[in-house]
């Protein structure tokens, strides 16, 4: 870490909802699994592919989650501590946001 950059929290923004997002995950994970099986059993193209969105949104659910508890945590407490930490943090969601909206 260069010496701009602030350490990451202690707790991550996430903290209070972790199970809530693991479950998803979950979720999601057997998703991806039925599509698998779904390939593996030759179903239509089109049945698959309606699978394969679905799964994409609920990933998609899960970041924007993850996005707004870190605006509401990490980057809400770094703008507390200084000027400098809140551009670095405001920096890396810009960065966050750009390659989930190129995803």
Known sequence: M??????????PGYSDTKEAHLKRLRRIEGQVRGIARMVEEDTY???????????????????LGLLEEHVTHCVVDAARESDEAAAVKVDEVLAAVTRLVRS
Request: some cysteine.
């Open 45 to 63: 193209c089109i049945d698959v592919l309606t699978q394969v969105s679905a799964a994409t949104r609920a990933l998609q659910a899960v970041s």
């Open 2 to 11: 260069s010496a701009s950059t602030p350490a990451p929290p202690a707790t």
